[in-house]
């Protein structure tokens, strides 16, 4: 059987559709569309695709431009994969071939290209994606991927299983992080006032996760963050040891924090850090701890006189030995007092000495 097929104004799985149009070939128990041709306002889709209903594939060769989420409901209206968490609200552009499996959902083959503007993923909002896409069985895996997020950018892979019969949907990130804006990620991420906030952030990270379940219960992995160049005193858990230290030395008005930087693990619903630092003027602090979204906060944090951080920290350090000197002999005695136990939620953590009474805590920066 063989003919023409058009179609205005319908639905697919739930997904409006403004225009469709193919040459349709039916043999031996397979439909051929070859060209295809779907189209609505904002996306199309161009190609050839075929239905084999004795083996329940679909095998296909196509450029397309609508969302992730379309496609996978179109696909199968009745199932529910990772993909619908996908937010895209620009432009997209996909080019691949291969086939889906839509009886078992676990014998997908395909390799494709996927770029789009504007795209979501939880809070994540990036500017720009692109990568090199690949699935085989029930693993969808993006390689050479790059992210222009933060007014920064981040490479790496990714993989997800999308449809596991278990009900899970287990996903890797293995990522490095450079110049991102920490202003910009603060307020897209978190409530509050962080105007006069800047720092640049790098890092990297490796977890494991399982879309379908709580973030915090399912998160494994580790990595690494630094910030620089930063002006950090309005972050709420960093800038309590800026307030304490400056109500404590009258003379430090100009103390300010300016760096941190911290090796970290991510297991048992809690992140771990023992090597936190942060970078200040005159000042700096090293912390090891944890958080927690259930108990919060859990940190001792320990200051040291003009202990560098990063390579630019120990320039300076070099250029204004004197004053490191200076402020050791004189200060360092006293210093010995200043560890801090740093708890609470990360909107209103509070800061108090560990080696002097709790009240001196309210009085010097009213604990916070």
């Excluded at 399912?218 to 690494?224: I, N, P, T, Y």
């Excluded at 850090?273 to 942060?278: E, G, P, R, T, V």
């Excluded at 920290?313 to 200060?331: F, I, M, P, T, V």
């Amino acid at each position: 059987m063989s003919g023409m097929l058009s179609g205005n104004n319908f639905t697919c799985g739930g997904v409006p559709i403004g225009h469709l149009e193919t040459s349709m070939i039916y043999s031996n128990h397979v439909v051929d569309l070859t060209p295809i041709h779907l189209s609505r306002s904002d996306a199309q889709f161009d190609g050839s695709v075929q239905v084999d209903f004795t083996r329940r594939l679909g095998l296909f060769n196509a450029t397309n431009s609508f969302p992730p989420a379309d496609i996978a409901r179109a696909l199968a209206p009745d199932e529910h994969t990772v993909l619908e968490q996908i937010r895209c609200d620009g432009p997209i552009y996909a080019a691949g071939r291969g086939q889906v499996d839509y009886h078992s959902w676990t014998n997908h083959t395909f390799k494709g290209t996927f770029r789009a503007d504007k795209i979501g993923f939880g809070k994540l909002q990036a500017a720009h994606f692109d990568a090199d896409v690949e699935a085989r069985g029930t693993q969808l895996t993006f390689t050479n991927a790059n992210v222009q997020v933060y007014g920064g950018l981040a490479k790496g892979f990714a993989d997800f299983d999308i449809h596991l019969q278990d009900g899970s949907a287990p996903y890797r990130i293995n990522a490095r992080l450079s110049q991102m804006n920490l202003a910009q990620m603060l307020k897209q991420l978190s409530s509050g006032d962080y105007g006069r906030t800047r720092g640049t952030l790098s890092g990297a990270f490796e977890l494991s996760a399982d879309a379908k379940a709580e973030f915090w219960k399912s998160v494994q992995g580790d990595g690494r963050i630094n910030i620089k160049d930063g002006y950090l005193a309005d972050v709420p858990f960093l800038g309590g040891f800026s307030r304490l230290i400056q109500s404590a030395f009258a003379s430090f008005t100009l103390f300010s924090l300016t760096s941190f930087s911290a090796d970290y693990t991510l297991h048992d619903n809690t992140i771990w850090s023992d090597n936190a630092q942060l970078g200040g003027a005159l000042l700096s602090a090293r912390g090891r701890g944890s958080y927690s979204p259930k108990t919060g906060l859990n940190f001792v944090v320990s200051a040291e006189p003009f202990r560098p951080t990063n390579s630019e920290d120990k320039e300076w350090y070099q250029l204004n030995r004197w004053a490191a000197d200076a402020l050791k002999e004189g200060a360092a005695p006293l210093l010995k007092l200043f560890e801090f136990q740093l708890s609470g939620s990360l909107d209103k953590p509070e800061w108090r000495f560990v080696n002097l009474p709790k009240e001196v805590s309210g009085i010097l920066g009213k604990g916070k």
